[in-house]
């Protein structure tokens, strides 16, 4: 019988609802744990992430969110376990690492481990439950994560096997497709959006993917609407992978939040005329708690955009210009539904 794995237990699919696929209830730099600044309690973050993922449920009908963070960059298994109860909203967590470049993820240990090694760990994450600090927990992951290309890297660098894919990534992203290949669980991704100026980073991972075992169709490409180039994303889709629309009102790399919609509400729709309706999932990418120092530095704009701007400013965007209710349904119940389900 088909599953969702949530950080609660085992939903089965018909139970997930609209869905955003890429949201960090809370978000790290690697290193954060001896900052004075980054100081933090687990309870008053808890009810403070809570508060507004119960105003998505009961105001906006978000019903499931997938935490995309890392262990690296933050991920800690009791506060999505305690969201998740308060709020009433399924709370999904990631297995897998962050890009190992600028230092941000790959940690020394996981850099010495065998792909193998790698593998087993990703499936022990998804079968017996995830780690935080030396301790097993029982909240086990629902999903895979394969990372490339950092978060600010403006030149494509070039790696091993032909690839602009560093060696421990090629690592790591080998025993995610092997874990993927042993549990059926599907893998999301990131990819650095300013490296498709330069080529098509999507195809590569998948490439990587393939070449292990993971089947594309349980892929979700990350970060590829930025820029959007429709070239570029009708050929992941040809692929058979999906596409992950993110940073809804988040102007990352662009001028301005209302620019970026414009572009990613015209590929969308392209994209949708072109027959890939069933390869698309939507989400903000957003910082429920902000853990990297003091308030004001330059990127909180990932913590700024509103919990419902999706349904009160992008769907009436894309309402006008002809994608309705059933292909919203399709995008964030239907899709997600069937991603997620193993």
Same mark, same amino acid.
Request: charged share 25%; aromatic share 8%.
């Given at each position: ?167 421990? /990534? ?91 919609? /414009? ?80």
């Amino acid at each position: 019988m088909a599953k969702i794995r949530t950080v609660l237990g085992d939903i089965a699919p018909e139970e997930a609802g609209p869905t955003l696929t890429h949201e960090h209830l809370r978000y790290a730099y690697t290193g954060w744990q001896s900052d004075h600044n980054c100081v933090w309690d687990m309870r008053e973050s808890a009810a403070q992430i809570a508060q507004v993922v119960r105003d998505g449920v009961e105001r906006y009908g978000f019903k499931t969110i997938v935490d995309m963070t890392p262990p690296e960059i933050g991920r800690h298994p009791e506060l999505m376990a305690e969201v998740s109860r308060q709020s009433g909203a399924h709370i999904i967590a990631i297995a897998g690492f962050f890009p190992e470049v600028e230092g941000m993820g790959i940690p020394y240990h996981w850099r010495r481990q065998s792909v193998e090694y790698i593998a087993d760990a990703m499936v022990r994450d998804l079968t017996e439950g995830m780690v935080y600090e030396g301790r097993l927990t029982p909240y086990k992951a629902g999903m895979l994560k394969a990372a490339t290309g950092g978060s600010s890297v403006k030149v494509a660098r070039m790696g091993v096997n032909g690839r602009h894919i560093g060696p421990y /990534e090629d690592r790591v992203i080998r025993g995610i497709a092997r874990a993927q290949r042993r549990t059926g669980c599907s893998i999301n991704t990131h990819t650095q959006p300013m490296e498709y100026k330069a080529y098509n980073p999507g195809l590569e991972l998948l490439d990587l993917l393939e070449e292990e075992g993971a089947d594309p169709t349980r892929v979700i490409i990350g970060h590829a609407f930025v820029h959007p180039d429709i070239d570029q994303l009708k050929a992941i889709c040809e692929r058979g992978a999906c596409l992950q629309i993110d940073h809804i009102g988040i102007p990352w790399q662009n001028d301005s939040a209302e620019a970026l919609d /414009e572009l990613i509400a015209n590929a969308v729709c392209a994209l949708a005329d072109a027959g890939y309706l069933d390869r698309l999932v939507f989400s903000y990418d957003r910082f429920f708690t902000y853990v990297r120092g003091p308030a004001g530095l330059p990127d909180l704009e990932n913590e700024s955009v509103p919990i419902g701007y999706m349904v009160e400013q992008f769907v009436p965007r894309l309402e006008r210009k002809g994608f309705g209710r059933d292909e919203m349904h399709k995008v964030m119940v239907e899709n997600p539904a069937r991603l997620l389900a193993f």
